[in-house]
C-alpha cells in the first residue's frame, strides 16, 4: 500500500429513534380493542343465542 496515498473513510452511524410513549399507548389502544371485541362476542353467546331456543 501507497503512503502517499490519502483515504478518506466515511463512517456512518444509525440511531433507531423510537418513541416508547408511541409504542405504549399504541399497544393499549389495540388491547382495548380485543378486551371490547371479546366482550362483545361473550355478551352474544351469553344472552343473546339462548333467546332463540
Do not use: C, W
Not at 33 to 53: S, T
Amino acid at each position: 500500500m501507497d503512503p502517499s496515498r490519502n483515504i478518506d473513510i466515511e463512517q456512518k452511524h444509525v440511531e433507531k429513534k423510537m418513541d416508547s410513549g408511541m409504542v405504549a399507548s399504541t399497544f393499549i389502544k389495540y388491547a382495548a380493542y380485543i378486551v371490547i371485541f371479546f366482550g362483545f362476542l361473550y355478551f352474544l353467546i351469553r344472552y343473546v343465542f339462548p333467546m332463540f331456543r
